[in-house]
T-cell receptor
Framework: AQSVSQHNHHVILSEAASLELGCNYSYGGTVNLFWYVQYPGQHLQLLLKYFSGDPLVKGIKGFEAEFIKSKFSFNLRKPSVQWSDTAEYFCAVISGGSNYKLTFGKGTLLTVNP | ETGVTQSPTHLIKTRGQQVTLRCSSQSGHNTVSWYQQALGQGPQFIFQYYREEENGRGNFPPRFSGLQFPNYSSELNVNALELDDSALYLC??????????????FGPGTRLTVL
């Protein structure tokens, strides 16, 4: 069964610091990968997604993620965070064997201090 | 906002009761998926409906059931409620079968508390 691991439960940064949130998945075949974000009081929304092609994916609000197949990883990055990036971030995967089932990690809470 | 709405916002039930949660998808979205999010966890897939038929199911018992209607609304029904059913229930709609090329748009969720 596919699974997703997010290494950090809570990350605290100051504004302008660089961000990298780790995500590893367990499935060895074809995968579609996602990062979702949930801002305080708002709906879960898509930040970026990888289906195929360029392993470096750019999303909204300056976020990007790199798919490294050999490491089963899909880490999220942002060069300079802002206070408004405070939110919970979820990595998710759909594997080729279950193309309807989105499996989420436990999430990483990011707190950005002004 | 995603155009996906859910009702009610909050609900309190007692163990053994039955509950129905409702979701209204974006117009034209043929797929709806339901997720359970326990406190401190990521959402867990319950099941998905495509054009009013169940298309896939996660590791949830049969007392979790659903319906999807032609007007882009759907329901999640849970019978014989247990304390562990306390969670945030999310629905997500997508244009076609989720995960192939399409994005899932999430609603705000229904917070269910079972006492």
């Amino acid at each position: 069964a596919q699974s997703v691991s997010q290494h950090n439960h809570h990350v605290i940064l100051s504004e302008a610091a660089s961000l990298e949130l780790g995500c590893n998945y367990s499935y060895g075949g074809t995968v579609n990968l996602f990062w979702y974000v949930q801002y305080p009081g708002q709906h879960l929304q898509l930040l970026l997604k990888y289906f195929s092609g360029d392993p470096l994916v750019k999303g909204i609000k300056g976020f990007e993620a790199e798919f490294i197949k050999s490491k089963f990883s899909f880490n999220l990055r942002k060069p300079s965070v802002q206070w408004s990036d405070t939110a919970e971030y979820f990595c998710a995967v759909i594997s080729g064997g279950s193309n309807y089932k989105l499996t989420f990690g436990k999430g990483t809470l990011l707190t950005v201090n002004p | 906002e995603t155009g996906v709405t859910q009702s009610p916002t909050h609900l309190i039930k007692t163990r053994g009761q039955q509950v129905t949660l409702r979701c209204s998808s974006q117009s034209g979205h043929n797929t709806v998926s339901w997720y359970q999010q326990a406190l401190g966890q990521g959402p867990q897939f319950i099941f998905q409906y495509y054009r009013e038929e169940e298309n896939g199911r996660g590791n949830f018992p049969p007392r979790f059931s659903g319906l999807q209607f032609p007007n882009y609304s759907s329901e999640l029904n849970v019978n014989a409620l247990e304390l562990d059913d306390s969670a945030l229930y999310l629905c997500a709609s997508s244009l076609d079968l989720a995960g192939v090329t399409d994005t899932q748009y999430f609603g705000p969720g229904t917070r269910l508390t079972v006492l």
